[in-house]
């Protein structure tokens, strides 16, 4: 499909890439019988140069193909990684533009019927990963947090009031994706956006009971935190599984800071603050695992217009836990919401949150993040943290989307996560719906690896 030129401009092809127009030309020369084998080669090598060189350019709301250069060779699934590592940058810049929206007016905040915030960004990431998901890999399913009845609702609500649909949240949701796709924005209408949204929802998504190969997205985990501000950490989580057990992973924390000396101090903020956001530089993390391959991560631009590079700030680089290995000196996240008291550990394991040197010295301090559990994991395979714990106490099962990226980034930084009771965490024990686990012992446990034992035992 041909787009118009803008005058003395190229031609922005966002949905095709060197890839997809190979595959294109192969096919339409070789349909040929006109032409001899070394004629038809001559000519398929010349024009794809033409195109790639003259047409194929980046649009201003496109990040190009991200270059894994850890990977080595031809590794299995680095298709995948790649088009995970880009589809998650466009999402977190997805999520700075809107945040930046909802600061500057009210509106575009739902609650959900367990009673946590639900935004234009969390609909607009979801739609966003299935749709580029489903372009690029479309016999693999998608198990995501969101379906589309809340916003069908509030659709249903504005024509009742005889509300224009353009003020909905579907139009606002479907403005976030039309600016951050690589699909072009007049294909994309209130039924495509709702469908692809519940691609992932629980109505749709059923699976065969023998493991199978799926994603898993969490559009943002740590909504509170998202609406909080600058400060906060949030993170978008995806992972793709295989056999119950996720073999690649990405996570994008668009106020991941890269200097740990004020991160405690900018979390601890983010925990009581709502911070303006306008003062801050739009840079943030991706953080990428492969199994096999280790974890890594980069600094990430999150510009929001006029991006016409990858986006990219850094290398990447090598990410390993920390090598501590004495809970007295470990740095310990715990759920939101939660005290150390509370925890069946407490009473063995004093803690504090005070920082080191002010009388604490022997006692693991509690590290505040806010909010979810992803960027608890970010901290220990970035080794900010040692250990994250978790009990999972008024329902048996946690969703998989919370916990299935960051445990490959976990594992392939070196570190261990497994129930309280040591079992191994099993993707795939929802039989049908794959969205849900149940850790073993009452809890789920990440840590450095060396710290595992010590505290499956107090446990």
Not at 171 to 179: F, G, I, L, R
């Amino acid at each position: 499909m041909r787009r118009k030129q803008t005058p003395g401009a190229k031609c922005q092809a966002d949905n095709y890439n060197e890839e997809h127009m190979s595959a294109i030309i192969a096919s339409m020369f070789h349909q040929s019988s006109s032409h001899s084998p070394n004629q038809v080669n001559y000519m398929y090598v010349h024009t794809l140069s033409y195109i790639t060189a003259n047409i194929l350019v980046p649009s201003p709301n496109r990040v190009r193909r991200s270059e894994l250069s850890f990977l080595a060779g031809n590794v299995n699934y680095r298709r995948e990684l790649e088009a995970a590592v880009d589809v998650v940058h466009k999402a977190c810049r997805l999520c700075v533009k809107v945040q930046t929206q909802l600061f500057q007016k009210d509106g575009g905040i739902l609650e959900k019927s367990d009673h946590t915030p639900v935004t234009v960004a969390d609909f607009g990431v979801q739609a966003l990963v299935s749709m580029e998901l489903a372009r690029l890999f479309p016999s693999i399913p998608l198990v995501a947090e969101e379906d589309s009845s809340q916003l069908l609702l509030d659709l249903e609500t504005s024509h009742q009031n005889g509300n224009n649909a353009s003020n909905s949240l579907v139009e606002a949701v479907t403005n976030a994706v039309a600016n951050s796709s690589s699909l072009q924005p007049d294909l994309l209408n209130y039924d495509e956006l709702l469908k692809a949204i519940d691609r992932g929802g629980k109505e749709t998504t059923s699976l065969e009971e023998e493991p199978a190969t799926y994603w898993v997205l969490d559009p943002i985990d740590g909504t509170r935190g998202f609406l909080r501000g600058r400060m906060a950490l949030y993170v978008v989580g995806l992972a793709l599984v295989v056999e119950g057990r996720p073999i690649l992973g990405v996570m994008g924390c668009p106020n991941w800071d890269t200097d740990s000396t004020y991160l405690p101090e900018n979390l601890a903020r983010g925990m009581t603050n709502k911070n303006e956001i306008s003062d801050f530089p739009r840079t943030g993390a991706i953080m990428a695992a492969c199994y096999g391959y280790g974890t890594w991560m980069k600094r990430i631009s999150l510009n929001t217009v006029n991006v016409d590079v990858d986006g990219s700030c850094d290398d990447w680089i090598s990410c390993s836990v920390d090598k501590c290995n004495s809970l007295q000196e470990a740095r310990i996240c715990i759920a939101d919401r939660v005290t150390w008291e509370l925890l069946p550990l407490s009473n063995a394991l004093p803690a504090t949150s005070a920082p080191k040197g002010f009388g604490e010295r022997w006692k693991p301090t509690i590290i505040p993040t806010c909010c979810g559990s992803l960027c608890k994991y970010f901290m220990v395979a970035t080794g900010r943290a040692s250990v994250f714990l978790l009990q999972v106490k008024i329902q048996p099962s946690v969703k998989v989307w919370d916990h299935a990226v960051g445990m490959i980034c976990v594992s392939e930084a070196g570190g261990e996560v497994t129930g309280w009771d040591g079992s191994e965490m099993f993707l795939a024990s929802d039989d049908v719906g794959r969205r849900s686990i149940t850790p073993g012992g009452g809890g789920i446990l990440v840590t450095n690896g060396t710290l595992h034992n010590q505290l499956l035992d107090m446990i």
